[in-house]
Nanobody
Framework: QVQLVESGGGLVQAGGSLRLSCAAS????????MGWFRQAPGEAREFVAS????????YYADPVKGGFTISRDNAKSTLYLQMNSLKPADTAVYFC?????????????????WGQGTQVTVSS
């Protein structure tokens, strides 16, 4: 089992920045590819970004390309999401997730471990 705990969410004005963290415990963090997803009220959970276990490969959803950066520190068992130039459309609960599937998966069903989520609210 891998336990994931997100932090760093909050309220920010449009154009501002936030950095989300996801602390992992349990099994070896570096064994897993990791991802960030988000879910806005009344909408389905959507993929945001993913990163290979080594950190060498990343993949982003089109709406966040150029504004968000995913990274990881395997020594600290921590995943990050740096979010810049935030928009009200980025308002959602953000979840980190761990996957044993090869590569940088983008489908939620490829992820076996999930955190509880952290709320991000962007005001206009």
């Amino acid at each position: 089992q891998v336990q994931l705990v997100e932090s760093g969410g909050g309220l920010v004005q449009a154009g501002g920045s936030l950095r989300l963290s996801c602390a992992a415990s349990g099994r070896t963090f570096s064994n897993y590819n990791m991802g960030w997803f988000r879910q806005a009220p009344g909408e389905a959970r959507e993929f945001v970004a993913s990163i290979k276990w080594s950190g060498s490969v990343t993949y982003y959803a089109d709406p966040v390309k150029g504004g968000f950066t995913i990274s990881r520190d395997n020594a600290k068992s921590t995943l990050y999401l740096q979010m810049n130039s935030l928009k009200p459309a980025d308002t959602a609960v953000y979840f980190c997730a761990g996957s044993g599937v090869y590569g940088t998966p983008t489908n939620s069903y490829d992820y076996q471990y999930w955190g509880q989520g952290t709320q991000v609210t962007v005001s206009s």
